[in-house]
């Protein structure tokens, strides 16, 4: 299975500041997704990045708020743009490995807390 | 777009009896159902998945049905033990898993002793 690392695994913010979020993988992976849990909640997609091209953003997720760069096949990172206290969730990069036949692999995950 | 619900959002059962956790989803095109169990501070992870092409499948205590016809399709936990405690999700995928999973709302169980 792959194995994903995140950083920072926690981090208290303030208001108005942005964090960047990097994720890498053990193994070269087509596409990387990132989630968002809110505290107590589901996992929702944010988006889709595939390296060499533009993120692919879910609805309700706009680039400008969550830049996403995945400058090779093993990395990627997720910035949280000018955050309020609604930013305070957990964020998750996650891996689909080839052969795993769907099976979604994520990252510990990262806590942001924004006061 | 699909819709996944789940129910119950909250499970007690004693040491020793099954559990069991409904899901339903909207989207006739999903073909894959995957459950995740995520316990506190911990990363979710695969229990158990299911494709269209079969009605059920087991691994030990946990098993999964799939009903196409009405949309839905369950996890059965038997033998239950307190490390069964956590978060679980269901999920619908189709085409092209990974960018097209909806997770459902999530079920906590608790497994008394």
């Known amino acids: 299975s792959a194995v994903i690392s995140q950083k920072p695994s926690r981090d208290i913010c303030q208001r108005g500041t942005s964090l960047t979020i990097q994720c890498q993988v053990d193994s070269q992976v087509t596409m990387m997704f990132w989630y968002r849990q809110q505290p107590g909640q589901s996992l929702t997609l944010i988006a889709t990045a595939n390296q060499g091209s533009e993120a692919t953003y879910e609805s309700g997720f706009v680039i400008d708020k969550f830049p996403i760069s995945r400058p090779n096949l093993t990395f990627s990172t997720l910035t949280v743009s000018n955050m309020s206290p609604e930013d305070s969730s957990i964020y998750l990069c996650?891996?689909?490995?080839?052969?795993?036949?769907?099976?979604?692999?994520f990252g510990e995950g990262s806590r942001l807390t924004v006061l | 777009g699909e819709n996944v619900e789940q129910h119950p959002s909250t499970l007690s059962v004693q040491e020793g009896d099954s559990a069991v956790i409904k899901c339903t989803y909207s989207d006739s095109a999903s073909n894959y159902f995957p459950w995740y169990k995520q316990e506190l501070g911990k990363r979710p992870q695969l229990i158990i998945d299911i494709r269209s092409n079969v009605g059920e499948k087991k691994d030990q205590r946990i098993a999964v049905t799939l009903n196409k016809t009405a949309k839905h399709f369950s996890l059965h936990i038997t033998e239950t033990q307190p490390e069964d405690s956590a978060v679980y999700f269901c999920a619908a995928s189709w085409g092209n898993y990974g960018q097209n999973f909806v997770f459902g709302p999530g079920t906590r169980l608790s497994v008394l002793p």
């Open positions: 996650s891996v689909e490995q080839a052969g795993a036949g769907g099976e979604l692999f």
